[in-house]
């Protein structure tokens, strides 16, 4: 099978824990009315990671809201990543989690602004200079007014850069 990586490099793996290890997972959640926060271990990445042992696979580190999904509602699909609804990436309630796909996941992020490297302009940005260019208006008088160069303005109307709004018709 292959595997698909999951939002930053994490192979989709079946989490297979005994008893004794799901016993010992809920321990490290604090259940409550909104969020169950993890208070186990973190990563850099802000999300909660337990770190069990499997009799097959030896040393696993799984994330903490994938275990608390998969403990509640079964495996997550290959190619499928564990949405927070709550935006909490310490949260383990199953009711705060849902599946998607790693395009969900993407755009996701995008809308939250979330893009690390090398984007300069929003996505409202980036939809409102692609309909003044459509009307007309000269790319370079654009660009000074974003505080970009025309080359970027260019490659956003050539769907080089934000291209993912063409896929999904945005
Ligand atoms: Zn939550």
């Known amino acids: 099978m292959s595997q ?27 259940k409550g009315d909104g969020c169950w926060n993890w208070k186990g271990n973190k990563k850099e990445s802000g999300y909660g990671t337990y770190t069990y042992t499997s009799k097959i696979d030896g040393r ?26 709550c935006d909490n990436r310490l949260c383990c309630n199953p009711d705060h989690l849902r599946i998607g796909t790693n395009n969900d996941n993407i755009r996701d992020r995008l809308e939250r602004n979330r893009m690390r490297s090398g984007v300069k302009l929003g996505m409202e940005a980036a939809r409102e200079i692609r309909r003044r260019v ?37």
């Open 60 to 85: 696993q580190c799984a994330r903490a809201h994938r275990v608390a999904y998969t403990l509640a509602l079964g495996q997550i699909g290959p190619g499928c990543s564990l949405l927070h609804s």
């Open 134 to 170: 459509l009307k007309g208006e000269a790319k370079k008088a654009l660009a000074r007014e974003f505080g970009v160069t025309p080359s970027t303005i260019r490659c956003l109307c050539q769907f080089k850069t934000w291209v993912n709004h063409k896929i999904w018709g945005l």
């Open 4 to 30: 698909v990586s999951d939002h930053i490099g994490v192979p989709t793996k079946e989490i297979k824990l005994t008893p004794k290890q799901i016993e010992r997972f809920w321990k490290k959640v604090e």
